[in-house]
């Protein structure tokens, strides 16, 4: 039996198809384009290698069907019935502060889901069609939807609520909600796994930078405070967000160039950072290769870049009163670039973070490139949210079956 794992966007369906016997991979793929004539299908399917097939799909439900024949297709199938998936899990990305784990589908489910289409309004309406889409082609198959946001929900309050007046929050949820919470919880499990130690005693900081990127206080195996905020704009500098900033700017920029508030929003999600910075990119490869020829405005955002991920590296640290295990780099950025690594913990060896340079450059997969004699273990741990997806989706089909 299998765990179908899917990740709906709007235009395009990341899917998963992980084996619940072993956790193995038995295909991935992709539709893009969706709402296009040729939208492009992309999956492994075993000895065939990698396929590609070109579509006319105009919505979600024919992005679904056409997974689900290239699934089942007698040439070279993944699976010979359907009835093979167990349980679908959804990634979600905004649960609010309603969702605090991992929940079975239900009619109230997809409720409050649609409630926070407003807090969501990028991810949600999409994500809710690939429920919506599941629910009608796997019928009686359990649907389960992982949030991004459940893994913060245990901050407390000091750390979630802006300092606004706080009617904000209570009339218009304005708050802290936090974002790569599966990555970040399933980094926490694999650190406590790899230190031998249990979760309710490890505490970390983990650091996911990929594209998007985030950094999370762990206390007992639990998220206490993380930098993205109310959107997934605020904290690190990203490939195209500008993260923390004085909002004054905001108003100021808008007057000055006569800019609406679409165009302000755009700037700061999709012309700032990393991107915006260089004026050249969003890709931090591009942007090494940049800075090897000498483009100065290259190597400044990559400077930026880390210079503010080493300011909240440090804060975090004090957040956890220094009683740290670990930091942790995961995702594209983390677990590929050495140099990022070790600049973000340059000069903290006061707080007993002291990188081994060697091992650091030499680190492949799952690696420990603290010195023998650090206090606090440095990690890579490559990340893997649709492991835990279909995990938490397991763990329910387990359940319901009594096993
Ligand atoms: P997303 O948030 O879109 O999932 P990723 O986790 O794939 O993003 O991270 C994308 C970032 O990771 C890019 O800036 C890219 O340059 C960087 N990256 C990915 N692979 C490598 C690599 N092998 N070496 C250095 N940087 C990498």
């Keep these: ?31 893009e384009k969706i709402g296009s004539k040729e939208a492009i ?8 290698g990698k396929l590609k097939e070109v579509h006319p799909i105009s919505n979600h439900e024919e992005a679904l069907s056409v997974i689900f024949r290239a699934l089942t297709n007698p040439a070279h199938p993944v699976i010979s019935d359907l009835k093979q998936i167990a ?34 309004p990028l991810h949600n309406p999409h994500n809710l069609k690939g429920i919506d889409v599941c629910m009608r082609l ?41 974002f790569h919470g599966t990555s970040h919880r399933y980094i926490t499990e694999r650190t406590a796994a790899v230190l031998n130690k249990a979760q309710k005693n490890l505490n970390i900081v983990s650091c996911h930078l990929g594209n998007g990127s985030s950094i999370c206080a762990v206390r007992g195996g639990k998220s206490v405070d993380t930098s993205m905020g109310f959107t997934p704009l605020e904290g ?13 700017i905001i108003q100021y920029i808008m007057h000055k160039e006569n800019y609406t508030i679409q165009e302000v929003d755009s700037l700061l999600n999709k012309q700032s950072g990393l991107l915006g910075i260089s004026g050249a990119t ?49 995702a ?39 010195t023998a004699d650090s206090r606090v273990r440095i990690l890579v741990i490559p990340t893997n ?7 938490d989706a397991a763990a329910y089909v387990r359940k319901r079956r009594g096993n």
């Design 41 to 48: 299908h992309t999956y492994s399917a075993g000895e065939q």
């Design 385 to 391: 949210e649709e492991l835990l997806i279909a995990k």
């Design 138 to 178: 796997l019928p009686g198959t359990p649907q389960l939807a992982v949030f991004d946001t459940a893994f913060h929900q245990t901050m407390p309050e000091h750390a979630y609520l802006y300092a606004l007046p706080y009617v904000f929050y209570t009339r218009h949820r304005v708050r802290r909600y936090g």
């Design 236 to 248: 690190l500098i990203m490939g195209t967000r500008s993260g923390d900033m004085d909002p004054a």
């Design 87 to 120: 349980a679908v899990g959804h990634r979600v990305v905004h649960g609010g502060a309603k969702f605090t784990e991992t929940v079975v589908v239900t009619e109230e489910v997809i409720k409050d889901i649609r409630e926070c289409i407003e807090l969501g």
């Design 332 to 370: 594209g950025i983390g677990e590929n670039n050495a140099y990022v690594r070790e600049q973000a913990v340059e000069g903290l060896e006061f707080m007993g973070i002291k990188i081994d340079k060697k091992k650091n450059r030499a680190a492949e997969g799952e690696a420990d490139v603290a």
């Design 1 to 31: 039996m299998y765990i179908l794992v899917l990740n709906s966007g709007s235009s395009s369906v990341k899917y998963q198809l992980v084996s619940i016997k072993d956790d193995s991979i038995a295909t991935r793929g992709c539709v």
């Design 282 to 330: 969003n890709d931090l490869r591009e942007l090494f290769a940049l800075a090897e020829k000498k483009d100065q405005r290259a190597s400044l955002a990559i400077q930026m870049m880390v210079y503010r991920l080493k300011k909240y590296i440090a804060s975090y640290m004090g957040v956890l009163n220094g009683e740290v295990d670990a930091v942790v780099f995961t």
